[in-house]
């Protein structure tokens, strides 16, 4: 079955500092993974997505992510984080030859102190 | 999200009792989902619905919660003899595509239910 695992559970970092959340899956064939962040009181929103090509992914708001298939890792990164991107950040996947039913990890609270 | 209403947005309800969550979704989605999270977790995996397909329930925790669609519209999730254990926020999620076009979902606001 597949199954999601990010390791930290709660970051605390000051603004300017450089953030990395870790992501990694189980699944035997080929996955799309996403990152989804829910700010406080807010939906949850799509941060980036990979399905193929370039293994590192952009997203919004400075985010960026590296798909490594050898490891089964998608982990998240930002060199430089501010204030606002305290939230919590999930990490997802779907295998291609499923419905498109989604995966999440526990999810990762992030609080940037100013 | 825009595309995707739930109600109520809050909900307490005594242990024992019956309640109806209701998601409203944007006409033209081709898929709905509906999960479950608890109080620092996950969120987790309930029903799947698309098109005519039967739903997949393989995420229901017990026999006590049932989905249904309306068409290509509504859903209602029932939890039948609510306990503790099911105080949570649902979430109701809409694919604009179709599934394997993994462009993610669309979230509703969620209903946070509180069983006391």
């Known amino acids: 079955a597949q199954s999601v695992s990010q390791h930290n559970h709660h970051v605390i970092l000051s603004e300017a500092a450089s953030l990395e959340l870790g992501c990694n899956y189980s699944y035997g064939g080929t996955v799309n993974l996403f990152w989804y962040v829910q700010y406080p009181g807010q939906h949850l929103q799509l941060l980036l997505k990979?399905?193929?090509?370039?293994?590192l992914v952009k997203g919004i708001k400075g985010f960026e992510a590296e798909f490594i298939k050898s490891k089964f890792s998608f982990n998240l990164r930002k060199p430089s984080v501010q204030w606002s991107d305290t939230a919590e950040y999930f990490c997802?996947?779907?295998?291609?030859?499923?419905?498109?039913?989604?995966?999440f990890g526990q999810g990762t609270t992030l609080q940037v102190k100013p | 999200g825009a595309g995707v209403s739930q109600s109520p947005s809050n909900k307490v309800t005594e242990k024992g009792k019956d309640v109806e969550l209701r998601c409203d979704p944007i006409s033209g989605h081709t898929a709905l989902y509906w999960y479950r999270q608890r109080l620092g977790q996950g969120l987790e995996f309930l029903i799947y619905f698309q098109g005519n397909s039967a739903p997949d329930k393989s995420g229901l925790p017990s026999d006590r919660f049932s989905a249904e669609r309306t068409g290509e519209s509504v859903s209602t999730l029932t939890i039948q003899r609510t306990q503790q254990e099911d105080s949570a926020v649902y979430l109701c999620?809409?694919?604009?595509?179709?599934?394997?076009?993994?462009?993610?979902?669309?979230f509703g606001s969620g209903t946070r239910l509180t069983v006391v």
């Open positions: 999620a809409i694919t604009l595509t179709g599934p394997r076009t993994y462009y993610g979902y669309t």
């Open positions: 997802a996947v779907t295998g291609s030859s499923n419905t498109g039913k989604l995966i």
């Open positions: 990979y399905f193929s090509g370039d293994p």
